[in-house]
């Protein structure tokens, strides 16, 4: 089975620019997750999809950032313009459904200079 | 609301000693209640949970946890550290009762088994 996979991995931008990541979850997977993970922290949910419905974007700073998942598969994270705060690793994971346990890409690491 | 904690940011064990991953919660409800591993450079990788029945779950790669109601605790184990288990350990919690899917997670332990 093909596990979530994500682009790109590495990514360095300078502050004001924009950047958008790219996610594609287990096969089957209805829900999607995308995470923020600030080196020393645990990850932070920044939005679920269920299907091509958000289910939970209350953590997403929405001036700045924004993410779709046309036809409840393949998502798509941008953030535009960039902050130096937003250096990150960017982690998309998927489950078979809500209640199950998390399937994790291996995340794009963001520098914002 | 739900929370966990992590006490301990780094662990470390002798090569062939059991080690402990520290884990506390908080929530309203039941938990359901969640280990994951991070390898360098890596997203993290599922290892056990617990959801009901039997206190002492078993996982992937020799691991288990202890689930413990009154202690609110639930601890990673394992009875034979390798080198290989370095890694970043995060604990996480969900709330059933809370009517939300999303997991809360600690901010992780760092293991380091020395050879």
């Known amino acids: 089975e093909a596990g979530v996979a994500q682009s790109p991995r590495y990514k360095i931008i300078e502050k004001r620019q924009s950047v958008a990541f790219w996610c594609n979850p287990i096969s089957g997977h209805a829900t999607l997750y995308w995470y923020q993970q600030i080196l020393g922290q645990g990850p932070k949910l920044l939005i679920q999809?269920?299907?091509?419905?958000?289910?939970?974007d209350s953590q997403l700073p929405k001036d700045r950032f924004s993410a779709e998942r046309l036809k409840g598969v393949d998502s798509t994270l941008k953030i535009q313009p960039a902050k130096l705060e937003d250096s990150a690793v960017y982690l998309c994971?998927?489950?078979?459904?809500?209640?199950?346990?998390?399937?994790f890409g291996p995340g794009t690491r963001l520098l914002v200079l | 609301a739900q929370s966990v904690a992590q006490p301990e940011d780094q662990v470390n064990v002798a090569e062939g000693n059991p080690l402990t991953v520290k884990c506390t919660y908080s929530?309203?409800?039941?938990?359901?209640l969640f280990w994951y591993v991070q390898y360098p450079n890596r997203g993290l990788q599922f290892l056990l949970k617990?959801?009901?029945?039997?206190?002492l779950v078993k996982g992937s790669y020799g691991f288990e946890a202890e689930f413990n109601k009154s202690q609110t605790s639930f601890h990673l184990k394992k009875p034979s550290a390798l080198v290989s288990d370095s890694a970043l350990y995060f604990c996480a919690v969900r709330d059933p009762s809370g009517g939300s899917y999303i997991p809360t997670f600690g901010r992780g332990t760092s293991l380091i088994v020395h050879p």
């Open positions: 994971a998927s489950s078979p459904s809500p209640n199950r346990e998390f399937y």
């Open positions: 999809f269920q299907n091509n419905g958000v289910v939970d």
């Open positions: 929530v309203s409800g039941n938990p359901y």
């Open positions: 617990y959801i009901t029945g039997d206190n």
